[in-house]
């Protein structure tokens, strides 16, 4: 069975600084990876997805996430943060013969001006 | 606006009392979903309909029960809540599941349900 870890439950960035978020899967084929966005109050929504091909996928809102099969991580990055970007990340892996999707327990973005 | 609804938004009840969580979508999507998120543990999925009239059971489906009659709705049933049902519930849809060409969940805005 897949499984996500997002080993960063809090992190803190300034307004403007790179972001990185940490995301590791445990699948035993090629999964695929999703990164979600949770606003306070808000359903989740979408960011990005990788399912083949090029392993840098971009998102929308200037994020953009990493596969890395050897590592079995799938990290979201953000070159320059703003201060709408506060808002809670799940990493979530699927399986291509199933569809439904395990999500890690998140991370809760703060910034700081 | 296309998209799902949730209701109630927010319920307080009593442990023992039967509840249940309504979800519609109006995007003609086959699959729907019911998550629980809860602090520290992320989205869990309850129960999962591929297509209307068939059900399956996610991750944590104990003490709920879905049914999926037509395409567009998909109640979540409490038959008899237990305060470890305390939690945010989340719809969510896709056209046809991970192996279709999208992949994409489409998420209500949840349901803060506490049992008390």
């Known amino acids: 069975a897949q499984s996500v870890t997002q080993p960063d439950i809090h992190i803190t960035v300034s307004e403007g600084a790179s972001l990185e978020l940490r995301c590791n899967y445990s699948?035993?084929?090629?999964?695929?990876l999703f990164w979600y966005v949770q606003s306070p109050g808000q359903g989740l929504q979408l960011l990005l997805k990788y399912f083949s091909g090029d392993t840098l996928v971009q998102g929308i809102k200037g994020f953009e996430a990493e596969f890395k099969r050897s590592q079995s991580s799938f990290n979201l990055r953000k070159p320059s943060v703003h201060w709408s970007d506060a808002a809670e990340y799940f990493c979530?892996?699927?399986?291509?013969?199933?569809?439904?999707?395990?999500f890690g327990a998140g991370t809760i973005l703060r910034v700081k001006s | 606006i296309a998209g799902i609804t949730q209701a109630p938004t927010s319920q307080i009840l009593a442990a023992g009392r039967r509840m249940t969580l309504r979800c519609t979508q109006d995007?003609?999507?086959?699959?729907m979903y019911w998550y629980r998120q809860d602090l520290g543990l992320g989205l869990r999925l309850i129960h999962y309909s591929n297509t209307a009239g068939t059900t399956g059971k996610g991750e944590v489906p104990d003490g709920y029960s879905v049914s999926r009659a037509n395409t567009d709705d998909f109640p979540l049933t409490l038959a008899s809540a237990v305060p470890s049902q305390t939690s945010v519930y989340f719809c969510?849809?896709?056209?046809?599941?991970?192996?279709?060409?999208?992949?994409?969940?489409?998420f209500g805005e949840g349901s803060r349900l506490t049992v008390l």
């Open positions: 699948y035993g084929a090629t999964p695929y």
């Open positions: 969510a849809s896709s056209e046809s599941g991970l192996a279709g060409a999208s992949g994409e969940l489409f």
């Open positions: 995007m003609r999507h086959n699959a």
């Open positions: 979530a892996v699927g399986a291509i013969d199933g569809n439904k999707l395990v």
